[in-house]
């Protein structure tokens, strides 16, 4: 790929200099090539258990969440029983009094 694009290059290096030059551009990127699949491998590894904690941790807040609703939920259904008792009080004082004024 890019070893058939390049020229060749004259910078004052001799016939073996360049052998060796070219040899262990070869073996680097041969290495990591090579090494690329067992890092990547390890980086998705890596990757999932992190998500996986991030999940977990946001699962837990959700559910914490979930039991304060419904908490909140009692309460307001408690509140809207305890107003309509109130007012069923108050409009028997209500006609109570209009019935004696009459």
């Not at 262990?24 to 090494?35: F, H, M, N, V």
Request: charged residues 30%.
């Amino acid at each position: 790929m890019i070893e058939e694009a390049t020229p060749e290059l004259s910078i004052g290096l001799s016939e073996e200099e360049r052998t060796d030059l070219a040899q262990l551009i070869t073996e680097l990127r041969t290495d990591k090539q090579a090494g690329s699949f067992e890092t990547a491998a390890l980086t998705a590894e890596h990757d999932l258990k992190t998500l996986q904690e991030q999940l977990s941790r946001c699962s837990e807040i959700i559910l914490n969440f979930d039991a304060r609703l419904k908490s909140l939920y009692d309460i307001v259904c408690l509140f809207y029983e305890k107003s309509t008792i109130m007012n069923e009080r108050i409009n028997t004082i209500a006609d109570a009094m209009v019935s004696k004024t009459l």
